[in-house]
Every structure is written in C-alpha cells, then in structure tokens.
C-alpha cells in the first residue's frame, strides 16, 4: 500500500479556513477568550505542583496551545498542561534534574510524531478502559496527596516523590497554619458552589480571583495580631517574568561514568509514558469533542501536532503537554468551533504573562492546592470505580493493579503492567470463547454452515475422526488442539479432518503447529483433511507453506466434500 502524508497529516485549520465565516470568526474569538482565562489558574497549578514554577505552566499551555490549534487533527482541541503529567514530571525532575525532564520530553514529542507517522493514531484508541481508569484514578489521588503541604500551609520543603513516604513525613512535620487553612476551605466552598450558581464563571477563576482579594485585603490591613505572614502566595516562592523566556539548550551535567547515550537509555521509560499518556488523554478528548460537535477528528494528526509540540516547548523552559479535556468542553460549550479559539486561548495567556505577572504573584498557593484538588476529583471517576466493584470481574482486577502501582510505584511501570494485564485477560477471554469438539459416528447438519441443511444426519466413517475449532485458532488454542491430536492413536483413526468453517483467523503459532501436525502424521501414517476453510485463512495456509505439505485434494470446501474424500481414502487404505 503506498503511503502518503496527507493521510497522517492534515491539519483542520486548514481545512477549516476555506470555508471560514465572520459570524464563526466571532464566536470563535470569544470562546478563545473564555477558555484562556479559565486556562490561568489550571496552567499555574498543574506547573507549580509539577515541581517547575508558574511560569513553566503558563508557557506550556502558550506555546503547546498555539502548535497544537495550528497543527492539529481537531478543530476545537485545546492543548496545554494536564494534572495526568504532574507525578511523571515530579519523579523525573526529583531523579534527573530540569534537564532530563527535558530531554525526556524530547523524547517524547519524537515518539508521538514517529506513532502519527505509522499510523498508530487508531491503535491507541484500543487501550483497555479498566487501564486508563485505574491509573487516572490513580493520578487523582497522587494529585490530591501534593496539595495538602500548601492547603494546609505546612511549609515544608524536600517533600518525598514516594506516595507513603509523603504521607509519613507530613505526619512527621504536621504544624498546619490556620489561615491557609481557611482559604483552601474557602477556596473549595467556591469552586463547588459556584457552577450552581452560573456556569458562565468557571469556579476555578471565581476561587483565585475572590481568595487573592481576601488575602490581599489580609495582608494590607489586617492586624499584625492576626499573624497572616505566613500565608504565601506565588510571588513568596517563584519569581514571575515579563514576556516570554528565550529558547536555550540544556546545560547536561553527566555523572561519573556516564554518557548522554546511558542517559537517554535510563529517561526512555519515562518518555514513553509521557507519549503514552498525552496520545490517550488528547485522543480520548478529541473522541469526545467529536460525539458533541459531530466531527470526525484526524487521530495521526493530533499524535504529530502534539509530538511537534513537545518537541518545542522545553527548549522554552515548558513541561509536558497534551489535549485538555475540561478547557476542550470548555472551548465548545462557548461557541467554538475553529482552531482559531485555540490560537486565541493562546494569545490570552500571552497577554497575561506579559502584562500581569503582578497580579499573578499575588495568587495564594492555599487557594491553587484547592483547585487542585477539585481537579483530582474530577479525574477520578469514583463513579465508574463503584459501578465496576459491583460487577466484580476481571476487569475491576486490571483496574485495581494499574491503579495501585500508579500509586504506591509510578506511572511507567503502572501503564506497562495495566497493558500487560488487560492482554492476558484478553487473550483468555478469547481462548475461552474458542471450543474444540471431537465427532465421532455422525454429524447433524442443522448445525452446519457450510452445507446445505437436510434432515438427514452425515455419517461418519469408522477409522474417522473429526475435529472441530470454533473461534479463533491462535497460540493458546493451538497448543490446546495440539495436545489433544497427540493422544489420539493413529491406527484407529488414520484419517483426521479438522473443521475450520468457524476459524476466523491463524497466528504463526498455529500455522506452525499445523504444520508440525502434518508432517508428524504423515510419518505415522496419518492422513489430514482440512474441511471449510475460509478464503482468507485459506491464503494464510498457502503463504506458510501449508498446503504444500498437503494434497490439494484434502483440503475441502465443506464437510460433505471431506467425508466423501476420507471415504475415497478408506477404500484406498483397504
């Protein structure tokens, strides 16, 4: 099949400006308009909590927001930081430093374009539901787990990555500040009443704007009986530029005995988790725009503008990033139906950094930990959680096991052994659903297929024994079918017909046995027909030499034609 580039990539906003109108050009200016201001907050926490600072989250979601409009498979995704990427990145910059996590995200950006290329934009679509609940749900608590140093205002610092040693050391260290206490209970209070109130104003931005007023009013006339110094905000702990940082290369410290080639081998897992987590959660948001908006995004091309993105970003100082799902609904509920409210979404956050970092600092780091937690709330699909114990399959166990190695190890491992998992579970499921049955004496062709039905039930002759597989016929099936052939004595049944009307596909393992099966009879003196054999599995046989380890004439449309051959092959036999 000839490959061709527009199929992988064709960005929407080019397609979507031929046809491009002034009322849609309106809607779509305010929707971008809204969406970067609800963005704020959300790139200011997701680039805090991630162990970078405010600046790093609101040029990821400026830069990669920008690329991902322009370059992108979907007319309404919003790109930027994500709370999925706050416990890989803290794990990496803990172990690597600021430069690995940017070589890693690097490596990243090269593994998203390299899937868009090959066309594995559908195949990440088939990652297990069980698997990406289990270790979202597993982020949320990790998340959730983050923010009680600023909600509770311990100050502490030198936190532990570990989940159970975070725990331990905040029990270690437990001197909680009343106030921030209050304006994270405050904070909460807002974000969750506030969508009752009007959906219009995202809670998230009611809570910065109306906490950062009441600690500033604290802070400016407040006694100093009241003892508020202890409330930090932004500016108390990062330093908030004006404009845009210029590109710069990392500056690689390598250790004693290492070489940059052991260092991109020792980031490589943690890259591919951040391809793995931005292809699934921008996929899954570009699959949910599309049931609202009734379009069809273009998968490989989202992989290539999000790998481009990636790509980007850290050489401006930027962390991680992917396609939103909560700015995305957010983009659409407003109108927006272009990438032009993705640029535009982008523009607003440049406009902010440039002009009010000032007001920016003066954000409570109390009142981001509680928008923070709400979005670990979100994320965590409790609901879906509850409804899958009900059911107690195996899929709750693939669930629960991605879910508790997201949280007690890391994400790397819990995705590698999620997928792993769900294939097992998959692959017995279908062994299960493929029986093998053993006919002897006759065969009633109301159950048949590939014959035309009479009432009179086919015969089987003596010294004839038939097989049939019904389902696939794969390597665990075939090591099963293979096993029973071996028992059967070759003098009572030297002829065996193997039914195949209801195999709908063969692996090599099968083939291989097959074949193996073949030329052990042949030596034992054991003659092999293969009965309803679809085209397709048909032309498998041939192109693994099968059939030419058979006469042609044992191989049968249906099972009429093989019992009439092992009928033939009988009165040769006598």
Known sequence: MAYHLKEVFAPKLLHTLRHYSRAQ?????????????????????????????????????????????????????????????????YGI??????TGLMIATVMAGILLIVMGLARFGSVIKFVPYPVIVGFTAGIA??????????FFGLGLS????????????????????????????????????????????PGSLAAIVLATL????????????WNVAGLQTISDLYELPHGLPAPHMPSLQLAEGETFFTLIQKLFPSAFTIAMLGAIESLLSAMVADGVIGDKHNSNTELIAQGVANVVVPFFGGIPATGAIARTMTNINNGGRSPIAGIVHAVVLLLVL??????????????????LIMVAYSMSGWKTIVGTFKHRNRDLWVLLTTFFLTVLFDLTVAIEVGLLLAMVLFLMRTNEQTHIRTLHHEIDPNEDTDIQLNLEHLTIPDRVEVYEIDGPYFFGIANRFDDIMTHVSGENYPIRIIRMRKVP?????????????????????????????KTHVLHQLQTGGIEQQMNPKNICPDIRAALKRANELLTDIS
């Open 25 to 89: 050009w309106g809607q779509d200016v305010l929707a971008g308009i809204i969406v970067g201001i609800v963005a704020i907050p959300l790139a200011i926490a997701f680039g805090i909590s991630s162990g970078v600072g405010p600046t790093e989250g609101l040029v990821t979601a400026i830069i990669a927001g920008l690329l991902i409009a322009v370059l992108g498979g979907s007319k309404v995704q919003i790109g930027g930081p994500t709370g999925a990427f706050i416990v890989i990145i």
């Open 93 to 98: 910059i803990q172990q690597y430093g600021l």
């Open 141 to 150: 608590v990790t998340i959730f787990s983050t923010q009680m140093n600023d």
């Open 158 to 201: 030198n936190v532990p990555a570990n989940f159970v040693d975070k725990w331990i050391f905040y029990a270690q260290h437990f001197t909680m500040n009343g106030w921030a206490l209050a304006i994270g209970l405050f904070s909460l209070v807002v974000c969750i009443f506030m969508p009752r109130i009007t959906k219009r104003i």
């Open 214 to 225: 009441v600690v500033w009013l604290l802070k400016e006339y407040a006694p100093e009986s």
């Open 354 to 371: 440039l002009f009010l970092g000032q007001l920016v600092g003066m954000i409570p780091m109390a009142c981001l930990a509680a928008v």
């Open 505 to 533: 596909f063969v692996d090599s393992t099968a083939m291989h046995n097959l074949s193996m099966l073949i030329e052990r009879s042949h030596k034992e003196g054991i003659t092999i027909i293969l009965s309803g054999v």
